[in-house]
């Protein structure tokens, strides 16, 4: 605040007293949001809560001094001043700003008079701004300095935020409020609607997002049960199945030809395997491995015969599944080749292995029904 400035407030010279005691107690400032920063994170991260950023700043002696110029005679002092400390979390989700703001509760002391939920502040038929914003100081006994009991005695703000209101409100404060004119009708009713269109965005991401996880716990619940035909084959539910370790019984059997070692190794390159046979439900893979698991042992038995390997990989069992399954459709080496580069990718050996598999099975039963 310069000379001119503080002449000009006359016998009002509070405005000019807090900036000098800002400049003297900004170090203060300084060290208070490193802690609550610190805080911040440390607990976020601690209760599993997934963000998009968490952002700190302090504000510069010329906004301070734009501020008390503004709103000449309203402060009397420096504490009155809640937002010099300012901190932001931004969620990707809507229902994570709750989770965040529950957070902050427990960890600081909350000033609930002077905190504000901008997102109950709107008409029914009104869009804007968007952000929780909380007034808090710093508990004792959470961190505590007796040469320095300002850092308990300052309040300070702390935003939550979805990263659609954070664009939103970046916007409407590049857009309004720092051009310094009234911003034609056409523009407000424009960004009017793209707030409400960014609302919108924000309620049906995290409804999205609850359905995925409400579908996952159902699936969860379903292959607990052994209900396998109410689920269907993806990506999620293919992950479930595997975790009950459905090819371990025929995989242990195999195993115990040479009494050979398992050497574990994933199994989820299997589901596009699946999809090409055309199965739709776990309750498919059920079957198959119910119908064909003596088969593929068959199978599995006279490739290892006469050998010595004392080490098996966990996949032998279900790709011994997925070969009788090929033949059993009537399939040759051409069907075991493109089976097999469905599983691995494009390889010489495919077809070698192909000829080898189809060999072998020649010599077993239900090639010769």
């Given amino acids: 605040m310069d000379a001119k400035k503080e002449q000009g407030y006359g016998n009002l010279r509070k405005e000019f007293?807090?900036?000098?005691?800002?400049?003297?107690?900004?170090?203060?400032?300084?060290?208070?949001?490193e802690i609550v920063k610190r805080e911040l994170s440390e607990n976020i991260a601690k209760n599993k809560i997934y963000i998009n950023a968490i952002e700190a700043r302090l504000k510069t002696e010329e906004s301070l001094s734009d501020k008390l110029e503004r709103k000449l005679g309203k402060y009397n002092a420096l504490m009155d001043l809640t937002d010099i400390l300012g901190v932001r979390v931004i969620t990707f989700y809507s229902?994570?700003?709750?989770?965040?703001?529950?957070?902050?509760?427990?960890?600081?002391?909350?000033d609930w008079d002077n905190s504000i939920d901008k997102r109950k502040m709107h008409e029914i038929h009104s869009f804007?701004?968007?952000?929780?914003?909380?007034?808090?100081?710093?508990?004792?006994?959470?961190?505590?300095?007796?040469?320095?009991?300002?850092?308990?005695?300052i309040r300070f703000e702390v935003q939550m935020r979805t990263a659609l209101q954070h664009v939103w409100a970046t916007l409407n404060h590049d857009t309004g409020y720092k051009s310094g004119f009234e911003v034609p009708r056409e523009y407000l009713?424009?960004?009017?609607?793209?707030?409400?269109?960014?609302?919108?965005?924000?309620?049906q991401f995290s409804a999205i997002r609850t359905g995925i996880n409400d579908y996952r716990r159902q699936v969860?619940?379903?292959?607990?049960?052994?209900?396998?035909?109410?689920?269907?084959?993806?990506?999620?539910?293919?992950?479930?199945?595997?975790?009950?370790?459905?090819?371990?019984?025929?995989?242990?059997?195999?195993?115990?030809?040479?009494?050979?070692e398992i050497h574990e190794t994933s199994l989820?390159?299997?589901?596009?395997?699946?999809?090409?046979?055309?199965?739709?439900?776990?309750?498919?893979?059920?079957?198959?491995?119910?119908?064909?698991?003596?088969?593929?042992?068959?199978?599995?038995?006279?490739?290892l015969a006469n050998t010595e390997f004392d080490i098996i990989n966990s996949s032998l069992g279900v790709l011994s599944l997925c070969s009788v399954h090929v033949l059993k459709q009537g399939g040759g080496v051409l069907e075991l080749t493109r089976f097999l580069e469905m599983l691995n990718g494009m390889s010489v050996n495919?077809?070698?292995?192909?000829?080898?598999?189809y060999g072998v099975a020649q010599n077993l039963p239900f090639m010769k029904k």
């Fill in 95 to 110: 229902d994570e700003v709750d989770k965040v703001a529950a957070l902050v509760g427990t960890v600081f002391d909350i």
């Fill in 189 to 203: 009713r424009n960004m009017n609607r793209l707030a409400g269109m960014l609302e919108l965005a924000d309620e």
């Fill in 128 to 153: 804007g701004y968007n952000s929780l914003h909380y007034i808090c100081r710093l508990p004792a006994r959470l961190f505590h300095d007796p040469e320095c009991p300002q850092l308990n005695e």
């Fill in 220 to 260: 969860q619940s379903l292959v607990s049960s052994g209900c396998f035909d109410e689920v269907n084959l993806d990506g999620d539910s293919f992950g479930n199945y595997l975790e009950i370790r459905p090819f371990d019984a025929l995989t242990k059997r195999i195993a115990a030809i040479n009494q050979a």
């Fill in 350 to 357: 495919n077809t070698h292995w192909a000829k080898r598999l």
């Fill in 268 to 303: 989820s390159r299997f589901l596009r395997v699946f999809v090409m046979f055309g199965f739709k439900t776990l309750g498919d893979i059920e079957r198959m491995i119910k119908e064909d698991s003596d088969d593929a042992y068959q199978l599995a038995a006279f490739q």
């Fill in 17 to 33: 007293e807090i900036m000098e005691e800002y400049r003297e107690q900004r170090p203060v400032y300084e060290r208070l949001l």
